[in-house]
């Protein structure tokens, strides 16, 4: 066999059956002790790829198909960082370099870059919130595990045997139920992930700015449905979150909610606090990032109130 054919040979596998790197080589593993041994987990990491890559002979192949890899998954973060904080100028960027990038795509990269474009679309009003929902359900069954878990139930799914882009596919069907006024079945995905966010936290399998993400976007949830009390709930867990791991802008829109929740409780002299110390925290990120017009306009601005992780 030629040399590097055997990389050639498994990338082209990953791709016709529309494989993660990781369900690859956790297939590979589990005839030999790699897994066991060596990594100590169900699921292969990046790392061990490319060593089994090496053991293969493909060194060269495996390092330039490292470092496109690397450089796809730092432009992915990119384009995330920039839906989330509303950055149109730096989504369309993003999203056109992800285009150009060579290589062909799995299904987990064409669902992630399908919904970022959906959400771009969002963005520039090419698309109203009423057909939302069928854009993010159009992508969450574009594999044969959606259009499985469709037929089972939201109540049957097992979140712990998705990727992450699924769970942020997920995220963003529920927003789109809540666009449609459909609030309880927006609440019952967001109050499982919500959950599931919870048991994760110890191994890590979803970071704190997600976590916190699914807790902000329950607490807009119950409060669409008049629930201030629940809302509170989710406020403080995203604020505990937010706190320990130091996400002082994300705190502001958790204050917006929770002054929101204390109007409705007609509880005037929390909002009153909730109010100061968003004040004060505005002029500290002021001083820290500068333009006040440019980060109280995300602020108040409705769609931001959405968390798009």
Excluded at 264 to 289: F, G, I, P, S, W
Aim: glycine share 6%; hydrophobic share 40%; net charge neutral.
């Amino acid at each position: 066999m030629k040399e590097q054919s055997m990389g050639r040979i498994l990338r082209r596998i990953r791709i016709e059956q529309g494989m993660t790197q990781e369900a690859l080589v956790e297939g590979i593993c589990t005839a030999g002790y790699l897994s066991r041994v060596e990594n100590g987990s169900q699921i292969p990491s990046r790392q061990i790829y490319q060593l089994l890559m090496e053991r293969l002979g493909e060194s060269g192949y495996s390092y330039a198909y490292w470092q496109e890899e690397e450089e796809k998954e730092q432009t992915c973060r990119e384009l995330l960082h920039a839906l989330q904080t509303w950055q149109k100028e730096h989504v369309d960027e993003k999203l056109l370099k992800l285009q150009k990038m060579k290589g062909a795509q799995d299904i987990r990269e064409r669902q992630f870059y399908g919904m970022a474009h959906v959400i771009w679309l969002y963005m520039n009003e090419a698309i109203p919130q009423e057909d939302y929902l069928g854009c993010c359900r159009t992508i969450w069954e574009s594999d044969a595990q959606g259009k499985a878990r469709r037929r089972q139930g939201m109540d049957k799914i097992e979140f712990a045997e998705m990727s992450e882009v699924q769970l942020w596919i997920l995220n963003n069907l529920a927003i789109g139920h809540m666009w449609r006024g459909e609030y309880r079945e927006s609440a019952s995905i967001l109050l499982r992930l919500c959950r599931y966010g919870q048991k994760s936290a110890e191994d890590v399998r979803l970071s704190w700015s997600v976590r916190a993400a699914l807790c902000h976007n329950m607490a807009v949830c119950l409060l669409e449905m008049e629930k201030p009390k629940e809302a509170l709930y989710f406020c403080d867990q995203a604020i505990a979150i937010l706190q320990k791991e130091g996400g002082l802008s994300s705190v502001l829109y958790v204050l917006r909610l929770q002054m929101e929740a204390y109007r409705m409780l007609q509880d005037m002299d929390a909002y009153y606090r909730a109010q100061t110390l968003l004040h004060h925290l505005n002029c500290h990120l002021v001083k820290e990032k500068g333009s006040r017009a440019q980060i109280e306009k995300r602020l108040w601005d409705r769609r931001t109130l959405f968390v798009i992780f």
